[in-house]
Protein backbone atom coordinates (compact mmCIF):
# COMPACT_ATOMS: atom_id res chain seq x y z
CA UNK A 1 0.00 0.00 0.00
CA UNK A 2 1.10 3.42 -0.78
CA UNK A 3 1.80 6.22 1.30
CA UNK A 4 0.71 8.91 -0.84
CA UNK A 5 -3.10 9.34 -0.12
CA UNK A 6 -2.70 9.56 3.63
CA UNK A 7 0.14 12.05 2.95
CA UNK A 8 -2.01 13.77 0.41
CA UNK A 9 -4.89 13.87 2.99
CA UNK A 10 -2.86 15.00 5.74
CA UNK A 11 -1.02 17.94 3.60
CA UNK A 12 -4.60 18.68 2.63
CA UNK A 13 -6.25 19.08 5.93
CA UNK A 14 -3.18 21.08 7.03
CA UNK A 15 -3.69 23.82 4.09
CA UNK A 16 -6.68 24.12 5.12
CA UNK A 17 -6.28 24.76 8.69
CA UNK A 18 -3.77 27.03 7.56
CA UNK A 19 -6.27 29.03 5.09
CA UNK A 20 -8.93 29.24 8.02
CA UNK A 21 -6.38 31.01 10.05
CA UNK A 22 -5.06 33.11 7.27
CA UNK A 23 -9.20 34.19 6.72
CA UNK A 24 -9.22 34.88 10.44
CA UNK A 25 -6.38 37.09 10.14
CA UNK A 26 -8.26 38.77 6.73
CA UNK A 27 -10.92 39.39 8.35
CA UNK A 28 -9.53 41.07 12.27
CA UNK A 29 -6.22 42.15 10.61
CA UNK A 30 -6.16 45.44 12.39
CA UNK A 31 -3.95 47.50 9.53
CA UNK A 32 -4.58 47.15 5.70
CA UNK A 33 -1.35 45.82 5.22
CA UNK A 34 -2.10 42.91 7.78
CA UNK A 35 -5.52 42.08 5.39
CA UNK A 36 -3.32 41.82 2.09
CA UNK A 37 -0.66 40.08 3.65
CA UNK A 38 -3.15 37.63 4.85
CA UNK A 39 -4.83 37.25 1.11
CA UNK A 40 -1.51 36.76 -0.37
CA UNK A 41 -0.99 33.96 2.02
CA UNK A 42 -4.37 32.48 1.29
CA UNK A 43 -3.51 32.64 -2.89
CA UNK A 44 -0.58 30.89 -2.11
CA UNK A 45 -1.99 28.00 -0.12
CA UNK A 46 -4.79 27.53 -2.71
CA UNK A 47 -2.25 27.33 -5.16
CA UNK A 48 -0.54 25.14 -3.38
CA UNK A 49 -3.69 23.18 -2.57
CA UNK A 50 -4.28 22.97 -6.74
CA UNK A 51 -0.41 21.15 -7.09
CA UNK A 52 -1.54 18.69 -4.36
CA UNK A 53 -4.61 17.94 -5.95
CA UNK A 54 -2.36 17.51 -9.64
CA UNK A 55 -0.53 14.96 -7.46
CA UNK A 56 -3.47 13.25 -5.83
CA UNK A 57 -5.48 12.72 -9.65
CA UNK A 58 -2.29 13.07 -11.66
CA UNK A 59 -3.71 15.46 -14.18
CA UNK A 60 -1.67 18.56 -15.87
CA UNK A 61 -4.86 20.56 -15.88
CA UNK A 62 -4.26 21.59 -12.17
CA UNK A 63 -0.79 22.27 -12.94
CA UNK A 64 -1.90 24.71 -15.38
CA UNK A 65 -4.44 26.95 -12.92
CA UNK A 66 -1.74 26.59 -10.20
CA UNK A 67 0.27 28.91 -12.86
CA UNK A 68 -2.60 31.22 -13.56
CA UNK A 69 -3.43 31.53 -9.87
CA UNK A 70 0.42 32.60 -9.26
CA UNK A 71 0.41 35.14 -11.91
CA UNK A 72 -2.87 36.45 -11.10
CA UNK A 73 -2.05 36.57 -7.58
CA UNK A 74 1.48 38.55 -8.15
CA UNK A 75 -0.31 40.88 -9.92
CA UNK A 76 -2.80 41.26 -7.45
CA UNK A 77 -0.28 42.13 -4.93
CA UNK A 78 1.65 44.30 -6.78
CA UNK A 79 -1.30 46.61 -7.24
CA UNK A 80 -2.72 45.79 -3.57
CA UNK A 81 0.82 47.43 -2.56
CA UNK A 82 0.83 50.45 -5.34
CA UNK A 83 -2.49 51.47 -3.99
CA UNK A 84 -1.32 51.56 -0.04
CA UNK A 85 1.75 52.72 -0.65
CA UNK A 86 0.95 56.23 -3.31
CA UNK A 87 -3.32 55.51 -3.20
CA UNK A 88 -3.69 54.92 -6.87
CA UNK A 89 -2.83 51.99 -9.34
CA UNK A 90 -2.99 53.49 -12.42
CA UNK A 91 -0.68 56.94 -13.06
Not at 5 to 32: C, D, K, N, S, W
Not at 34 to 50: E, G, N, P, T
Request: charged share 15%; net charge positive.
Amino acid sequence: MSPLPVAVTVTLMLYAVAMALATARLLRGPRAQDRVLALDFIYVAAMLVMLVLAIRYDSSMYFEGALLMALFGFISSAAMAKFLLRGEVIE
